[in-house]
């Protein structure tokens, strides 16, 4: 028996048929095209599906239920989209959407928690029943595992992990709120932390680094420029790990979880974001035993995470 999941982007809708064994057996994707209603949204869902399943040669009689992993807040068990302002939804009932086309159970969550339970099935926090994971991209996701179930608070609106404030009154954060974690510590930070360092140091390595232009600076730039032995990169990069080892110690400081996993493209850099992040943790976070404590780790299933626990978020509906 298989199980269908989606991660619904605002670029791109991913569908992946997922076997028993959390293998994914075929997947297919096509463009999300917003804005557009979510009527004609739940039709391209539907038909990516359609390929998915002919390209494996699976009939939908051998599939269990369907999971969405979408931006925004989520009813997992009425599979309905409270509120996503990226894909313009507002009390969307997906389930009733997709009966429409087929019957079957389906089942919605957001994408950050359904990428978390992703990576407790099949991926680094396999094994562990307490697990948060951080994603570091164009903000700061995150999605917490208690018991080897998502949580989400009372109104599905749990684990917004990026707005909780890491420095008062500080740099202004998309949420309306000034700083937010993810206004510190997500790839676009980072990003902006580096532009602002290079037109500070004109003679800086990180120009060369970027082509001559501010605009080709991404999450690597930094670390490439600290790697070339550049002042001015090495303490873009040491002021970004300070931040982002502050907001993970208040996590770990909040659930002690058995292990706190970071993903996103920034995680590429290994050891030297992991090393100097668990000197920190470790340093700051209040721990009784020693043995005791959090692993820090890297996700594992990148883009994959996403469709497997959605996949198998029939597991835990109530």
């Not at 009966?99 to 994408?111: A, M, Q, R, S």
């Not at 580096?194 to 930094?222: L, Q, R, Y």
């Not at 300070?242 to 995680?267: R, S």
């Not at 090393?275 to 883009?303: A, M, V």
Request: charged content about 20%; glycine content about 12%; some cysteine.
């Amino acid at each position: 028996m298989y199980n269908i999941g989606i991660d619904l982007g605002g670029t791109n809708i991913k569908v992946g048929l997922v076997d028993e064994n959390y293998n994914i057996v075929a997947k297919s994707t096509a463009p999300t095209n917003l804005p557009r209603p979510a009527e004609e949204i739940v039709k391209s869902m539907v038909d990516t599906m359609w390929k998915a399943l002919n390209e494996a040669k699976v009939t939908i009689g051998e599939v269990n239920s369907i999971g969405i992993g979408t931006p925004g807040v989520a009813n997992r068990n009425s599979g309905t989209v409270l509120y996503s302002c990226n894909l313009g939804f507002k009390n969307t009932d997906l389930r009733a959407l997709f009966g429409k086309f087929l019957n079957k159970p389906l089942y919605v969550e957001n994408d950050a928690n359904a990428a978390a339970f992703g990576e407790v099935l099949a991926g680094a926090g396999k094994g562990y029943k307490n697990v948060v994971v951080v994603t570091l991209g164009t903000g700061v996701g995150g999605g917490i595992i208690i018991d080897g179930k998502i949580y989400t608070g009372f109104n599905f609106c749990g684990a917004e992990l990026g707005h909780t404030v890491i420095e008062y009154n500080g740099r202004q954060c998309a949420c309306g709120r000034k700083g937010c974690f993810e206004a510190y510590s997500s790839a676009t930070a980072l990003i902006n932390m580096t532009k602002e360092a290079m037109e500070a140091h004109k003679d800086s390595k990180m120009w060369e680094i970027a082509g001559g232009s501010i605009d080709n600076v991404d999450g690597k730039t930094a670390f490439d420029g600290m790697r070339a032995d550049d002042a001015a990169a090495r303490d873009v990069v040491n002021m970004y790990i300070e931040y982002l080892g502050c907001g993970l110690t208040n996590i770990v400081n909040t659930f002690q979880p058995e292990v706190l996993l970071i993903g996103g493209g920034i995680c590429k850099e290994g050891e030297n974001l992991t090393k100097p992040l668990g000197e920190i943790i470790t340093r700051d976070q209040y721990c009784i035993d020693p043995n005791r404590s959090t692993k820090l780790d890297i996700c594992k299933l990148g883009n994959n995470a996403g469709i497997i626990g959605a996949a198998c978020l029939y597991t835990i509906a109530e």
